[in-house]
């Protein structure tokens, strides 16, 4: 069919010239009404006519082409006009049919036809002509390019849009403008989606309006290959958009491939239709093929990224689907086809896209980690010298002051490492040589990021760190080596080296005027100094308040284990298996899955069997269910597991081997865990796990070198297994008897095996082995733990169901058992001789013994027994003879006659002593004045320790006797023994979990005496037993003493009612904390008491002081004496700490400042918004308390204190100023009742004003360059809430933000002091990797005043951000800083010098 005929269906003679000229004179923007005839003729045409149009006018642009130049037969526009075919007209039909299909609710058909009447418009444009003719309009031309977008239905689009919306949330606070900015483009959209519901179009359906859309592609493709756009670069613009959104228009089956293509329709999908239309665009016939790539790298930023881009506002978040996904990787795969076609004029670009990858990433670690494979892709393209720029650039971005960008950098750094390695020589520019190995992407990217602000960077540094171990790249493993090692050489940023680190080196430098260099250390001095930094560093982190940084850390000291980077030495391991026991239950489960790779990783290590033991035994008793669920399936799988039968003719396997070990570690090293590990075997039982086919295994293990690893095992499930070969048993009870090797653990445990299997002997058995143990203990040659157990397996063996029998057999044998050890001392102690040849050993293991049995059978033990071992204590008499007349009570024990015994037979007759008291209450009553005075002035340590022992459990089964006695036993927190102290503080904690003592009289202050106790181990296990073991119990406990302890600490008993206890003199001096000397201790005790209190505790403790100690000194019931100003300060003091405000109002909402949210969801928001309402209340209810109780005592108070000429003024004063700061305005509403003191304390705030003004303008505007490192440029950008420090002391477990130590903590008083300290240099480089801080608006080297230099502008001229980097010499100065600013301001010219001291500015204002 010729053209003219094709053109009928059209109706161009039809269409009334006025019609025509309308079209055009509103130039295409609305769609002109036709008469009713002619539109229905039209409407009726279908898509048959349109292809065979199509392809008349295919053909004959072909013909026009391959002739052209030729005597060709006449062009499509001659033939058009000698038929009357009006181009304007045909052009004004088509673009009728074009926005029919474009208005919203157009049905299938004309969304079908409008796509061909568009491919017909860009075929006519496409041939030559077209522009002589008239056919060409910009405005249509953009409206067919768009029709792909209208013509498609919205659906799939729709719910994009809606995930969008929500994951977008995952840009943190970032994403809160975005609703802002693009109002008007959601509610369009909405309305096309109201539209597009009410159309419901069929599989069938949709097939038509895609195939019509391939072929107005595919017309477009044609036109790009014929049709320039040099100057067209509006619709070149739009074009590269509507390519970019086709890539997501269908999947792609296959791999694309990029090439050159021949035909077009060989291109199977749409998305490969549109990678080639990009690529044609990217020729020189559309303009400069540099501005054309970089359009084209713009669109597919935001394809890499997988954000969906609108012409206005920010760009939201696709949901990370497999189509998405899939589009991101050949969109990246197509960037490397273009950077290897036009090699070196899309490398710069190809920087440019690099840098917006990474500055516009988002922080959701998923669209992190694809973002970074897609760098790392991109720069495999890069030449080596282009490469090392990139990373000259990355790591000045790893030092950003947004923290998704340092996190980002990491992630970058990791896809790095995993390329090859590029070699230095490969550098055609020498000075960029050194960013290539990855050694400097480890040490100078990598590890400088430990150091981090933000929690969140210093986790994944760590945690990327030991990742780099498992690297198959050999210099990045020794460039971790190099880190932690004190051997081999060292490379690190000269800018990062602190004074005082090389030899000789006075003045510091910074990386802009010392680039980088490797320095050659021939001294391993410093290298090994810096090692051991970097890995008590590391030990820090694992100490770290945030979690996520304590379990990267894990990782990291696990990783540097398993490879032999650091020393496999029992402080490294001891820190790994203390978190087993963190309070946050993610870093125990991380802990326990640490020790356990690393005992799979060095199972024949006996320290690391002995870390992880130490680790998952204890967590066997965790108060969470999961980790305990851990633990037991750890020790199931190493330990019961690997119970095989044994055979002497064949060997262990490694399993076996650690199993073995690890059970020989329980029986002797780590015998304390051996309660925990009893309670994982009551966990098991409960499971059926001990099968008779475990028990045989077991048994065979008795007689193998690993014996007591087998004894150990069968001691716990001996218990719960109804069957057992007894035979067996007995018969290695036979061996231990008649041998001579048996270990004492060992016995033990057979010991405990023969008590359990007593209920199934026979009586002839049983008497053999009562026989047994009998004569085994009248030998006295066991060991102590022996003799109890002993015992114990006695008391079982006769244990029956008549109490009366078993009463009987005890007195038998037991009391046989006393009268032996009653003659013995009788022996020793009535001999005139005896004490001269006395055998200390056996002394004390008859009075073991004695105290022992004594528990079984208390009607045998007599007074003569008694009075035998307290003249071990004493000295021996003839009235011991006589029995006739006792010694005195109000005696201590080392007050009696002195005799010859050593102390350690003394501190078991202690003991032995105690036993015999628990089952005479008589005997209580007689000795325990003797044990209290002893506390007071004995001499012997281990008496002393004793006798607390046995109060504190003398006062379990006779609390109302011993109740009496807590001070004195509590007097002992201030001993001068360690050991005392500490075993005082266990026993008293024990007492007061189970209630026996309450907290009366002076008990709790002697408590918060020991929070200060100068050796460090006793202060950290004080806190533990308060916060986490007593608080819990009596919450309320802190608070109902806190306005007690200000009297108690400054020995003040005048008040009426605090203070009022009774305690001696003695009593009173030890304990007091009065005087200026002890005030950091005093308020060390008052900050932790407050930093525990709820916000309510707070609020009623103000209150409580308003009345009972403002008041009392207002009212004059106080005297305002030395001692009374002394109170009066104090609690002013008290009432300034920042630690008494009430958290709701000086917290921050939604957590610290300065600190940015991993991530964030609605649940955050509202608790956000609720945090604000509830700050909002407490604030006016606090506001309303302290001008109702506090103002009318204040201005009482400073008129009495004005009267008496008081120092406390000051402090009043001062407390004013610090609770007037947020309500400055009002301070006239605050004190109307007195307008001097008002007037008086607006002068001081604004007095203060002006004194923190001047000291920030000071940092400010220093006009000596400070040189700083890029450390502290890294502590200052990022995040400005720094970690405060722990103590030197601390728990096993981290604990919550602690206060700092008592020399740290400083009042409002005592700033400007402490200020002046802090503004001194730091000198150690220990404290210069956490402590070091760049003055306030300093950068590098640069004063404040000094106009920046002019940074080269390699934006993609976008309004979302320009990024200005150093490209090196030919692109401008260098700079470490990436400056970052909005496309709407104007590149600053060259700045004038302004240079203005804060002293001529203070002139300045005061003249005005």
């Given at each position: 069919?010729?053209?003219?005929s ?5 109706r161009?003679n039809?269409?009334?010239?006025a019609?025509?000229n ?5 130039e ?12 229905e003729?039209?409407?009726?045409s ?6 065979t149009?199509h ?5 004959c642009?072909v013909d026009?082409r ?11 526009w ?8 009006s181009g304007?007209s045909l052009?004004?039909?088509?673009s009728?049919?074009v926005l029919?299909?474009k ?13 061909h ?5 860009l075929?006519?444009?496409g ?10 309009h910009?405005?249509l ?6 029709l792909?977008?209208h ?5 799939s689009?729709?719910k994009?849009?809606?995930?969008c919306?929500k994951?977008s ?16 483009m ?8 109201e539209?597009?519901e009410?159309?419901h179009?069929?599989g069938q359906d949709l097939?038509?309006i895609r195939?019509?859309?391939v072929?107005?592609v595919?017309?477009?493709?044609r036109l790009l290959q ?10 070149a613009?739009n074009c590269?958009q ?8 269908e999947?792609?089956?296959?791999e ?5 293509v021949q ?12 990678f080639?239309?990009l ?8 303009g ?8 084209v790298?713009?669109r ?10 609108g012409?206005?506002?920010k760009p939201?978040?696709?949901?990370p ?10 969109a990246?795969?197509f960037?490397?086809?273009l950077v290897?076609e036009?090699k070196e004029l ?5 920087q ?6 990474c500055?516009?990433m ?8 694809y973002?970074a ?7 495999s ?6 490469y090392a720029c ?5 790591y ?7 923290m998704?960008?340092?996190l ?15 070699r230095p020589e ?10 290539l190995p990855h ?8 590890f400088?990021r430990?150091m ?13 760190l ?8 050999l210099?990045?493993?020794?460039a971790?080596?190099n880190l ?13 080296i602190t004074?005082?680190?090389l ?9 802009r ?13 410093g ?14 982190r ?12 894990l ?6 284990l398993?490879?032999?980077v ?10 790994l ?8 239950v993610s870093?125990?489960?991380?802990a ?9 990783a060095?199972?024949?290590?006996v320290?690391?069997?002995?870390a ?12 969470e269910?999961s980790v ?6 750890a020790?199931?799988q190493v ?7 044994y055979s002497?003719?064949?060997h262990l396997?490694a399993?076996?081997?650690?199993t073995w070990?690890?059970l020989g ?8 865990l ?7 075997f009551?966990m ?12 045989t295994?077991?048994?065979s293990h008795?007689e ?5 690893g ?10 719960s297994s109804?069957?057992l ?12 008897m008649?041998s001579?090797d048996?270990t004492v ?5 057979i010991?405990?095996v023969?008590?359990d ?10 008497d053999?082995?009562v ?5 085994w203990?009248k ?14 397996t ?9 109490v ?10 037991c009391?046989?058992l ?16 005896g004490a001269q040849?006395?055998?200390?050993e056996?002394?004390v293991?008859?009075l ?11 009607a ?13 204590l ?9 029995c006739?007349e006792?010694?005195?009570?109000s005696?201590?024990?080392s ?5 010859s ?5 003394r501190a078991?007759g ?6 015999l008291?628990l089952?005479?209450?008589?005997l ?6 003797v044990f209290?005075?002893?506390l ?20 379990v ?7 009496r006695?807590i ?8 001993d001068?023994?360690?050991v005392?102290?500490?075993?005082t503080?266990i026993?008293l904690t024990?007492l007061?979990?189970?209630e026996?003592?309450?907290w009366?009289?002076?008990l ?17 296990l004080?806190?533990?037993c ?9 919450p309320e ?7 007690e ?13 605090y203070?009022?206890f009774?305690?001696s003199e003695?009593?009173r001096?030890r304990f007091?904390?009065?005087g200026?000397q002890h005030?950091e201790?005093?308020f060390?005790?008052?900050r932790?008491l407050?930093?525990?209190?709820t916000d309510?505790q707070?609020?009623n403790?103000t209150?409580?002081i308003?009345q009972?100690v403002l008041a ?6 106080l ?5 009374g100003a002394e109170i ?5 003091n008290?009432?300034s ?6 958290q709701?109002?000086?917290s921050?909402?939604g957590g610290?400042?300065?600190?940015e949210a991993e991530?964030e969801?609605?649940a955050?928001?509202?608790?956000v918004v609720?945090?604000?309402a509830?700050k909002k209340?407490?604030?006016?209810v ?7 109780n506090?103002?009318?005592?204040i201005?009482?108070?400073?008129s009495?204190?004005?009267?008496k000429r ?5 402090d009043?004063?001062?407390y004013?100023q ?14 109307s009742g007195?307008?001097?003191l ?12 002006k004194?923190r003004?001047?000291e920030?303008q000071?940092?400010n505007c220093?006009?000596t360059?400070?040189a700083?490192?890029?450390a ?9 809430i720094?970690?405060r ?5 601390s ?11 008592p ?8 700033k400007?002091v ?7 240099p730091?000198q150690?480089k220990s404290?210069?990797l956490e ?6 608006g300093?950068v ?6 000094t ?5 080269v502008n390699?934006s ?6 320009a ?5 090196g010499?030919s692109?401008g100065g260098?700079?470490s800083?990436l400056?970052v600013r ?5 590149a ?10 804060p ?5 300045k204002?005061?003249?005005v």
């Amino acid at each position: 069919m010729d053209l003219i005929s094709a053109l009928q269906f059209l109706r161009l003679n039809e269409v009334s010239e006025a019609w025509v000229n309308a079209v055009w004179d509103v130039e295409f923007t609305e769609r002109k009404p036709l008469d009713d005839t002619t539109e229905e003729e039209l409407t009726a045409s279908g898509d048959v006519a349109f292809r065979t149009l199509h392809q008349c006018l295919l053909a004959c642009a072909v013909d026009q082409r391959q002739s052209a130049g030729t005597n060709a037969p006449q062009s499509i526009w001659m033939t058009l006009g000698e038929h009357g075919v009006s181009g304007k007209s045909l052009v004004a039909v088509l673009s009728f049919f074009v926005l029919a299909g474009k208005a919203k609710g157009a049905n299938v058909q004309q969304r079908a036809s409008a796509l061909h009447a568009a491919s017909i418009y860009l075929l006519l444009l496409g041939i030559p002509g077209s522009i002589a003719n008239k056919v060409f309009h910009e405005v249509l031309l953009d409206t067919c390019l768009d029709l792909t977008s209208h013509c498609w239905p919205h659906d799939s689009g729709k719910k994009r849009k809606k995930d969008c919306l929500k994951s977008s949330q995952a840009d943190g606070k970032r994403s809160k403008p975005q609703r802002k900015d693009t109002p008007e483009m959601e509610v369009d959209g909405a309305e096309e989606e109201e539209e597009e519901e009410q159309l419901h179009f069929s599989g069938q359906d949709l097939m038509k309006i895609r195939d019509a859309v391939v072929l107005l592609v595919q017309s477009l493709l044609r036109l790009l290959q014929t049709f320039p756009l040099k100057d067209r670069p509006q619709s070149a613009s739009n074009c590269t958009q509507i390519f970019s959104k086709l890539l997501y228009f269908e999947p792609v089956i296959g791999e694309l491939t990029f090439a050159a293509v021949q035909d077009i329709t060989k291109l199977r999908c749409i998305p490969e239709m549109a990678f080639y239309g990009l690529q044609l665009l990217c020729s020189p016939k559309h303009g400069d093929q540099k501005e054309s790539l970089r359009k084209v790298f713009h669109r597919l930023l935001y394809v890499i990224l997988m954000m969906n881009k609108g012409p206005r506002g920010k760009p939201s978040l696709l949901v990370p689907s497999q189509a998405v996904l899939s589009t991101r990787d050949q969109a990246v795969h197509f960037v490397c086809h273009l950077v290897d076609e036009l090699k070196e004029l899309a490398l710069p670009l190809l920087q440019i896209l690099l840098q917006h990858i990474c500055f516009q990433m988002v922080e959701k670690s998923e669209l992190r980690s694809y973002g970074a494979q897609a760098v790392g892709m991109l720069t495999s393209q890069m030449t080596s010298t282009d490469y090392a720029c990139f990373i000259k650039w990355l790591y000045n971005f790893s030092r950003h002051t947004k923290m998704v960008h340092r996190l980002f950098s990491v992630d970058v750094v990791m896809v790095l490492l995993e390329q090859p390695e590029r070699r230095p020589e490969e550098c055609q520019d020498p000075e960029f040589a050194c960013f290539l190995p990855h050694k400097f992407l480890i040490q100078s990217l990598l590890f400088a990021r430990r150091m981090d602000n933000s929690p969140t960077v210093q986790g994944h540094a760590l945690a990327c760190l030991a990742h780099c171990l498992e690297l198959p790249s050999l210099n990045a493993t020794r460039a971790v080596h190099n880190l932690f090692s004190a051997t081999g050489t060292q490379t690190v940023l000269e800018g990062e080296i602190t004074e005082g680190s090389l030899s000789g080196q006075q003045t510091q430098k910074t990386y802009r005027t010392l680039p980088f260099r490797t320095v050659e250390i021939s001294s391993t001095d410093g290298s090994s100094c810096d090692a051991k930094e970097n890995l008590a560093l590391l030990l820090r982190r694992i100490k770290d308040p945030k979690t996520n940084v304590r379990k990267s850390a894990l990782q990291a000291l696990v990783g540097l284990l398993k490879h032999d980077v650091i020393p496999m030495s029992w402080e490294n391991l001891a820190t790994l298996s203390e978190r087993c026991r963190d309070p946050a239950v993610s870093v125990k489960k991380k802990a326990l899955q640490c020790v356990g790779e690393l005992l799979a990783a060095k199972p024949e290590c006996v320290v690391v069997q002995r870390a992880w033991l130490q680790g998952v035994v204890p967590a066997v008793v965790d108060s969470e269910n999961s980790v305990q669920d851990k633990a037991l399936e750890a020790l199931d799988q190493v330990l019961l597991s690997q119970v095989k039968p044994y055979s002497a003719s064949r060997h262990l396997d490694a399993a076996q081997r650690l199993t073995w070990g690890l059970l020989g570690l329980l029986c002797h090293e780590c015998q304390d865990l051996s309660r925990y590990f009893s309670r994982a075997f009551t966990m098991w039982s409960k499971q059926n796990k001990f099968t008779p086919t475990f028990i045989t295994s077991l048994i065979s293990h008795t007689e193998a070198e690993h014996a007591a690893g087998a004894w150990l095992l069968l001691s716990k499930v001996v218990a719960s297994s109804p069957r057992l070969p007894y035979s067996k048993i007995l018969d290695a009870w036979d061996n231990m008897m008649s041998s001579k090797d048996v270990t004492v653990t060992t016995c033990l445990h057979i010991l405990c095996v023969m008590g359990d299997i007593a209920a199934h002997l026979n009586e002839d058995t049983k008497d053999r082995i009562v026989n047994d143990l009998m004569s085994w203990l009248k030998t006295f040659t066991l060991s102590l733990e022996v003799i109890s157990a002993a015992v114990e397996t006695l008391y079982q063996l006769g244990c029956s169901e008549d109490v009366s029998q078993t009463q009987a057999f005890l007195n038998r044998h037991c009391g046989e058992l006393v009268s032996v050890c009653e003659t013995y001392l009788a022996n020793i102690i009535l001999s005139e001789r005896g004490a001269q040849n006395l055998n200390e050993e056996l002394m004390v293991k008859h009075l073991h013994t004695l105290g022992v049995v004594s528990l079984h059978c208390p009607a045998k033990v007599g007074k003569r027994t008694v009075l035998l071992v307290e003249s071990v204590l004493t000295t021996h008499s003839d009235k011991l003879a006589e029995c006739q007349e006792e010694l005195p009570a109000s005696l201590p024990l080392s007050q009696f006659k002195a005799n010859s015994l050593p102390t350690r037979v003394r501190a078991h007759g202690v003991i032995t002593l105690g036993k015999l008291c628990l089952q005479h209450e008589e005997l209580v009553q007689k000795y325990l004045p003797v044990f209290a005075r002893e506390l007071e002035v004995g001499t012997e340590v281990a008496v002393r320790n004793n006798v607390v022992v046995i109060m504190c459990d003398l006062c379990v089964r006779y609390t109302n006797l011993v109740d009496r006695y807590i001070p004195n036993i509590s007097a002992c927190l201030r001993d001068d023994e360690v050991v005392i102290r500490e075993q005082t503080l266990i026993m008293l904690t024990n007492l007061l979990q189970e209630e026996f003592v309450k907290w009366k009289g002076s008990l709790f202050f002697r408590f918060m005496v020991a929070l200060v106790d100068p050796v460090p181990a006793i202060a950290s296990l004080c806190e533990y037993c308060l916060l986490h073991l007593l608080l819990k119990k009596n919450p309320e406990m802190f608070s109902q003493h806190f306005i007690e302890c200000i009297f108690h600490f400054n020995s003040y008993s005048k008040h009426k009612s605090y203070n009022k206890f009774p305690q001696s003199e003695r009593e009173r001096v030890r304990f007091s904390l009065k005087g200026v000397q002890h005030r950091e201790k005093r308020f060390w005790i008052y900050r932790f008491l407050l930093e525990h209190f709820t916000d309510a505790q707070r609020f009623n403790i103000t209150n409580k002081i308003n009345q009972n100690v403002l008041a009392c000194f207002a009212d004059e019931e106080l005297a305002l004496d030395a001692d009374g100003a002394e109170i009066l300060s104090e609690t002013f003091n008290i009432l300034s700490l920042k630690e008494m405000k009430l958290q709701a109002i000086s917290s921050p909402a939604g957590g610290a400042a300065g600190e940015e949210a991993e991530e964030e969801n609605m649940a955050t928001m509202a608790k956000v918004v609720l945090q604000a309402a509830q700050k909002k209340v407490v604030s006016q209810v606090q506001k309303k308390a302290f001008i109702e109780n506090t103002v009318p005592l204040i201005i009482s108070l400073k008129s009495l204190l004005e009267q008496k000429r008081s120092p406390v003024l000051k402090d009043l004063m001062a407390y004013l100023q610090v609770m007037m700061q947020g309500y400055r305005n009002e301070v006239k509403e605050f004190f109307s009742g007195d307008e001097q003191l008002a007037a008086e304390l607006e002068f001081a705030l604004k007095t203060a004003e002006k004194e923190r003004e001047m000291e920030e303008q000071m940092d400010n505007c220093s006009l000596t360059a400070d040189a700083r490192t890029p450390a502290a440029e890294r502590s200052v950008q990022g995040s400005p809430i720094r970690p405060r420090p722990f103590l030197p002391f601390s728990f096993a477990t981290p604990q919550p933000p602690r206060p700092n130590p008592p020399s740290a903590r400083l009042t409002h008083t005592d700033k400007r002091v402490h200020r002046s300290r802090q503004e001194e240099p730091v000198q150690s480089k220990s404290l210069a990797l956490e402590g070091t801080v760049m003055p306030k608006g300093s950068v590098n080297d640069r004063a404040i005043s000094t106009p920046k230099g002019v940074g080269v502008n390699l934006s993609f001229d976008e309004g979302v951000s320009a990024i200005f980097s150093d490209q090196g010499p030919s692109l401008g100065g260098e700079t470490s800083v990436l400056h970052v600013r909005s496309n709407e301001q104007q590149a600053p010219g060259r700045r004038q010098w302004n240079v203005l001291s804060p002293l001529r500015q203070k002139k300045k204002s005061s003249k005005v």
